[in-house]
């Protein structure tokens, strides 16, 4: 389990494979387990790469709601890249790690190849009736009955957790490993700072390398935001992931794989 300190903190990641440097950062709640579909199908051609964003994983979790921002996670990033001497990769990011790759792309464009966006915005929010106080609620009971606590509300109440857990209920346990494997204050402060982010929308049209838009078919709140980065980016490509819903990853790798591996054979290097 290793772990480096950057910027005053210790991230852990996992590594496995030679090459090409392939670069995964993960959603909110997640960590570098949500890509072991993904080590297991490229390790053996790429330098296969994760992180955990601090306040997640087995990485450090800073007390100070300052110490957390979208920019800040990307300079981790980049941070954790340098130190280990990549110069060059293709960038992979779902969700939350969408928006770090975003941030890191237009910020350090020279250090990227390709990049890859999963069920991710470039900052066009829509925010749904309730959804701030549902949030408030959500972190009241991080702080005050813990993680699990708040993960059981969400699950409850949430229309969006309700009917995805409904329509595939092993992704209930998932969810909620995911949830417990992270810190309160990763849980309360990384969420506030989606709001902070963006949007780049109006940047995108820098972007100039091969450009993946991933979207699981059933992912309904990301449709307009995919379609905004896809008109957006020059030349991207676009994949509807059958039956998957915001984790296409790992709900059905075995499709998610084809995609990125069909992208990586045009990814230029050099």
Known sequence: MPRIKVNDILL??????????????????????????QFKAFSSR?????VD?????LSDAPTAEEEYSIRIFSEDV??????????????????????Q??????????LVRGLVLVDTSSG???????????????????????LEAAFEYDAAVNPVRVQRFKAHPELREITRQKVLQTSVDG????????????PVTDRLQEINVPVLIVRGEEDAGFVKATEIMKGCIDGS????????????????PEIFNEAMESFLAGVRWA
């Open 78 to 99: 980049f941070a954790w890249l340098q130190t280990l001497g990549i110069r060059r990769c293709c960038l992979v990011g779902h969700s939350m790690g969408g928006f």
């Open 46 to 50: 790429y330098r296969t790469m994760a």
């Open 124 to 146: 066009d929010w829509e925010v749904a009736p309730g959804a701030e106080e549902l949030r408030a609620k959500l972190d009241e009971l991080a702080r005050t009955a813990g």
């Open 187 to 198: 849980y309360v402060y990384v969420a506030r700072t989606f709001r902070r982010w963006g």
């Open 237 to 252: 490509e676009l994949v509807v992931v059958p039956g998957a819903g915001h984790n296409p990853h790992e709900e059905k």
């Open 53 to 57: 964003c601090r306040g997640h994983g």
């Open 12 to 37: 852990h990641y996992e590594e496995s494979g030679r090459g090409e440097a392939v670069v995964f950062l993960h959603g909110y709640t997640g960590s570098t387990k949500d890509w072991v579909n």
């Open 101 to 110: 790759a975003l941030e890191f792309i237009l910020n350090h464009p020279e």
